[in-house]
């Protein structure tokens, strides 16, 4: 496999923990933001459908764009679905809860984007409080359904526990506790929990991880300035 995006974190980190938890053989493109050229001439040359990044090319000659679509097809590829065999509610029903909570991270990973890159009108109608002082709010129903689930849909992991993880990754950026209160205990555990896992704890740990910048330098916040 081949894995090309930026060299920050941006929306490619959950797919990165993915393959490292899973110990997929793959190559990583990184462009830097600087050498954007690099990026124009890939984007025409590589034969993709809708040129973008991040993209993965795998084995079988399937080139896939679009950060969510790339993230599920990994989940399929893995067995890493949320769907549960011993489920009491039919694959139908449980793939829908996972689509939806794939969509309320998304909707929530946004509020640090709109913070990252200056939306004001947007942040001011998601947070008017303020995003630090809004997260707690935010987090609230996570911590309720972690409450007694190891993982967002039980005791298996899935593709959708690595976009959590690294929203509460970034979201402690931002207030380096927040997941450290009585009411979100869970979130703590859990986090703990993801981030112990053997292969992706080693990548966390080594230099081929990237944890700054978030975002590449046309962000106000996060794009090289802490």
């Not at 930026?6 to 797919?15: D, F, K």
């Not at 795998?58 to 893995?78: E, F, P, V």
């Not at 966390?204 to 978030?214: D, G, K």
Request: net charge negative.
């Amino acid at each position: 496999m081949k894995l090309g995006y930026w060299n920050v974190r941006g929306l490619c980190s959950p797919i990165r923990y993915l393959l490292e938890y899973v110990g997929a053989e793959y190559d990583e493109v990184r462009y830097e933001t600087s050498d954007a050229p690099k990026w124009q001439d890939d984007k025409t040359s590589l034969g993709m459908e809708f040129p973008n990044i991040p993209y993965l090319f795998d084995d079988d000659d399937l080139k896939l764009t679009q950060s969510m679509a790339i993230l599920r097809y990994l989940g399929g590829k893995y067995q890493l679905t949320g769907v549960q065999l011993n489920s009491s509610r039919s694959p139908l029903q449980q793939k829908a809860i996972v689509d939806m909570v794939e969509q309320q991270l998304h909707d929530l990973r946004m509020s640090y984007v709109y913070y990252g890159f200056g939306v004001k009108d947007e942040l001011d109608w998601i947070a008017p409080e303020g995003l630090i002082k809004a997260i707690p709010r935010f987090l609230k129903p996570w911590s309720n359904r972690l409450e007694n689930r190891r993982f967002l849909f039980g005791d298996e992991i899935s593709y959708v526990d690595f976009l959590l993880f690294e929203i509460l990754d970034i979201f402690q950026i931002l207030d380096a506790g927040v997941i450290d209160t009585p009411e979100t205990k869970s979130l703590r555990t859990y986090y703990n929990h993801v981030r112990a896992l053997p292969k992706l704890k080693a990548y966390l740990e080594s230099e081929r991880h990237i944890s700054w910048p978030v975002f590449g330098p046309s962000a106000e916040v996060w794009g090289h300035i802490k």
